[in-house]
């Protein structure tokens, strides 16, 4: 059982930075691929970024890429989505997973959820 809880939404300025993080309990954090998504009502949810367990492999929305980074901290048992260049569209609540698998964009594929935080980019 891997318990998520995600901290670090907010309300920032379109262009600002922001880093999220997604702090884990539980046995076994090294070994699960751990993701973000998002979600905005009337849309479904989004794929966002994703690292495999042991970091080595990171896979990125297009719609993200070259703005977003995503890492994780094995010893702090924590995962991060550095998020720079935020546009409006990019509000939505986030939310990490966590799951054993190296289908890393499929939401399906992950076992556990946190409860999400918010991003809100004004114009």
């Known amino acids: 059982q891997v318990q998520l809880v995600e901290s670090g939404g907010g309300l920032v300025q379109a262009g600002g930075s922001l880093r999220l993080s997604c702090a884990a309990s539980?046995?076994?954090?090294?070994?699960?691929?751990m993701a973000w998504f998002r979600h905005t009502p009337g849309k479904e949810r989004e794929f966002v970024a994703a690292?495999?367990?042991?970091?080595?492999?990171?896979l990125y929305a297009d719609s993200v890429k070259g703005r977003f980074t995503v890492d994780r901290d094995n010893a702090q048992n924590t995962v991060y989505l550095q998020m720079n260049s935020l546009k409006p569209e990019d509000t939505a609540v986030y939310y990490c997973?966590?799951?054993?698998?190296?289908?890393?964009?499929?939401?399906?594929?992950?076992?556990?959820w946190g409860q999400g935080t918010q991003l809100t980019v004004s114009s």
């Open positions: 539980g046995r076994s954090f090294s070994a699960y691929a």
């Open positions: 997973a966590a799951g054993r698998t190296s289908l890393l964009a499929y939401s399906s594929k992950y076992d556990y």
């Open positions: 690292i495999n367990w042991s970091g080595g492999r990171t």
